[in-house]
Structures are given as C-alpha cells and as structure tokens.
C-alpha cells in the first residue's frame, strides 16, 4: 500500500507528507495534527519496525519516518534491529521527523552525544542577606568557570534557589507543587528574572521537601510570605544555557527576624491600687518575647478593657521605656462594676494576638468611706465601715437600682442618678405619673407642667378644664 512517491514540505513547527493516498500533517514533537487517507495497512507497510495503527506508522525504539524506514540519531541496537537506546542516551527521538533529536539539558549535538560544561558551585552569601520579619533577599557569586575561554557555552547562567524550614527533615525533592496558607495553589518551579524577584510565595514553610523558591538569571533572589522567627536552610545551583544544573552549594541557614508575642496563657497584671473609679494595670512579658537573632523586644503594650457584659474595647497605649515598670491606671470607670481586661504586646513584627482576658471590680462607695466588696479583715463590721450609707447593703454593695426605685443608680452616698423621667432622692416621682404625663417631675415631688397644663400634678388643661376657651389656672380655674 506504501506510495510510490513521497513529498515532504518542512514548516517552522510541522511537516506535511503528500503521497499519491495520503495527505499528513505531523507536528515536530511527532504528534499528527491531520491525516487523510492512510500510508499504511500492516506492519510490514512499516517496514516490519512499526505497528500500522489507524493507518499510520507507530515506529519502534531506534526507528523514525513515515514508514519507520530512517534510524534515530545517535541510536543503538541489538543484533536482532531491536532498539536500545536513541541520542546517545541522552534525548528523545522525534520518529515521525526524520529521526530528529530532541536533546536533554546538559547535552547537545545532533545526536545528543556533546557534553555541555557545568558551573562550579556557588554559595549564598549569608553575611550579606537583608533579612526582615517575612521574608529573606539572598545574594551569590557568579560560579568561578563562567566566561571560560570566551566560550558561549560558559554562559547565560540559571540560578535556582531552595528552601525547607530548618526544623524539619527537608528531603531532596526537587520541584513540587505547593499550597500557600491562604488556599491557592503555587507552583514551586516559578521562574523568575527581575533583579528583586518574588520567589514563590511561602514556598518554603508549606512542605518538608526542598522546594524551588526562584529560578533566575540575576544572582539576588527575594523570598517572601515567610514565617516570622523562624529558620530556614537555603542552598543555590547554577547551569549553563540548555546544560545540566551543577551540584548543590554549602547550606546557608538564615532566620527571619521576629514572630508577633505569644500570650497563649498569660494575662495582665492588675496592681492592688484600684479604687471605685480607677483600676491601675501592670502589663507583663508573654512567655516568648524571644532573643538572639529569632525575636525582638517587647517596644509597646496595648491594654484593652470594657465592663463586663458589653462590647467594644476600649485602649490604653503603654510605652516601654528602660527601667521602668510598664503600667497604666484605667479611669472614668463604674463604681463597683466588673470590667474585662487584655493585653496585646507589640514587637518589631506587629502586635500579637491578644492575652486571656482578667477580670477586675471597682470598689464600693458609701458615704465618705471606699471600701472593698468582699471580707474586710479590719476588724470592722460592715455597718461601721459603711458609716450609715443608705447606697449600702449588709455586703458593703450599692443597694442600685432597688434603692432608687428601679429607675436609677446609687452614686454616692445617699444620691441617685435617676433615669430620663424621674425625680427625687430615690426616683420615686415621674413625669407620667407625677406630672400626669404633661410636665417634668421634680426632686421635691412638684411637676414643671408644660404649656397649656397646670395644677399640682398637671392635670388641668386649657383644652379640659377651660373647653379651649381660656388658660387652667393652678387651682382648678
């Protein structure tokens, strides 16, 4: 079935084969983009070194051509024609053109057999990283046989740069696909080629492999998205052009400069000075504020309170100065109200996560005296030291809101703060009731009415009493 005749056109990405049955189009990775018609019906079509498969030759190792009539470069064979290997062992033969060769990295020629030169190891220079809290810019020589002999082959120099967490085992994989923290996947094999490339983001805190944080042509790399505080081992290699990538230089490792403070267990220090509208706080040290070349120092506290059962903090900025005891003293605080208390250190990598919170209660104010809300051990009963106040019950606790009649709070001694609506030294009187809803209750019980209303307790009307003919008087008239 083979055609007597064969053209063949050779275009920029693929070749087309024209026989007197069949018209090919093959690309030159071998793949058929379009056939019509078929060259071939058995393997014999395919010169017995191929299977016919839908009517067109699928050639054996060592073989290529339409008709699997040409040999791969570079190919080696059995005393029986059966292939060993193509390319010298070194590429992959392109059957379906010619027998072509398709070389690794690291060989050329047309038939693979030329060994390209590698470089001689590099190493990053530690000394000279410019390290921050999350990420690391390295730098490195070029390799010492780059230029060699003026030959282009000691040229175009490939860097790439891995890392692995220090603490783990940091096996020799050497590309992979890894996930970041935020979800979306990056692949480990970036290249990159700007003087300050950003290497593949938190590539190396996300496996225990060695995984590719950049491949570039500059000899600086800059990792980021990375742990703060924590070491890394960092290594280079290099290669020429299409050559292979020389061996691995010495382990380089680096640490970022500080992790946020730790408070997973420690809370504030509230000082015994606290009064019924003052509480003073005494920030203290999370359990890791670190040191050496891992951590920084505590630079600033954030105290944050607010009364127990409500929402929202509010915050008290603490600076840490040399040889004084951090500390802040909360005011405009309730009386005898129980408020929640945080801290949040701040180092040169930011404020941490916030501490357990505390809890701490102003005291009590009766009469003239301030007292504590528990036992207290003076050899006082609690009448005496209440000193009288109606603001106080047999614990030494505001009576509020019961002793001012629901509808206010005891503020100090025998005062209440009543409520929008009410009046009097317990809130016992009302503009709706008092003031029969038509004026302002007072703290003697007397109502201010509002216009057209009068009466002791406003319950006369212009529009009632004088059938909106005249003005109520006090009396009734």
Same mark, same amino acid.
């Given at each position: ?29 071998? %793949? ?93 220079? %530690? ?29 175009? @120099? ?126 203290? %040290? ?36 040399? /040889? ?27 404020? !941490? ?8 209660? @102003? ?25 009288? !106040? ?30 929008? !609506? ?14 029969? /809803? ?33 003005? %109520? ?5």
């Amino acid at each position: 079935m083979r055609a007597a005749s064969l053209t063949v056109c050779l275009c920029l990405s693929f070749a087309v084969y024209v026989t007197a049955e069949s018209f090919a189009t093959i690309r030159n990775d071998g %793949a058929v983009l379009e056939i019509d018609g078929s060259v071939c019906a058995s393997a014999a079509d395919c010169n017995n070194r191929g299977q016919c498969v839908d009517g067109f030759c699928q050639c054996e190792l060592g073989y290529a051509g339409l008709y699997c009539n040409k040999q791969c470069r570079g190919a080696t064979f059995h005393a029986n024609g059966t292939g060993i290997s193509v390319c010298s062992g070194h590429g992959t033969c392109r059957r379906r053109l010619a027998g072509r060769c398709s070389c690794d990295d690291g060989y050329s020629g047309k038939d693979c057999s030329v060994t390209l030169p590698v470089p001689q190891s590099v190493n990053v220079d %530690a000394g000279s990283a410019n390290v921050s809290d999350t990420a690391i810019t390295l730098s490195w020589e070029e390799p010492s046989n780059e230029g060699t002999g003026g030959s282009s082959q000691y040229s175009g @120099t490939t860097y790439q740069v891995q890392g692995c967490e220090a603490s783990l085992d940091c096996s020799d994989s050497e590309s992979q696909e890894v996930t970041a923290g935020s979800g979306s996947r990056v692949q480990a094999r970036a290249r990159h080629t700007g003087a300050n490339a950003d290497a593949a983001q938190g590539a190396a805190q996300a496996s225990s492999n060695w995984v590719i944080l950049c491949e570039t042509t500059g000899r600086t790399c800059t990792v980021s998205n990375l742990k703060r505080g924590t070491r890394y081992k960092i290594r280079v290699r290099s290669k020429f052009r299409r050559g292979k990538f020389s061996s691995f230089g010495s382990i380089q490792e680096l640490a970022t400069v500080a992790e946020t403070p730790d408070y997973s267990s420690r809370v504030p220090v509230v000082n015994s000075s606290v009064t019924d509208t003052t509480i003073r706080v005494e920030p203290i %040290a999370p359990q890791d504020i670190g040191g050496g070349s891992l951590h920084a120092q505590i630079s600033q506290y954030l105290v944050q309170y607010r009364k127990t059962g409500t929402s929202g903090w509010t915050n008290a900025t603490v600076n840490v100065e040399s /040889g004084v005891t951090p500390n802040v003293t909360l005011s405009g605080l309730e009386v005898f109200s129980q408020y929640d208390i945080r801290q949040i250190a701040r180092n040169v990598a930011g404020y !941490g996560q916030p501490s357990p919170v505390t809890q701490q209660k @102003t005291r009590g104010k009766c009469g003239n005296s301030v007292i504590e809300s528990g036992s207290l051990g003076n050899g006082l009963s609690y009448s005496e030291q209440c000193d009288g !106040g109606h603001c106080c019950d047999s614990g030494c606790s505001l009576k509020a809101p019961s002793y001012c009649s629901s509808h206010g709070s005891c503020s100090d001694g025998n005062t209440c703060s009543c409520q929008s !609506g009410y009046a009097g030294q317990t809130c016992q009187y009302s503009d709706a009731t008092t003031c029969s /809803g038509h004026g302002t209750a007072q703290s003697d019980g007397s109502c201010n009415c509002q216009s057209s209303y009068a009466g002791s307790s406003c319950q006369y009307s212009d529009a009632t009493t004088c059938s909106g003919h005249g003005t %109520a008087q006090s009396d009734g008239s």
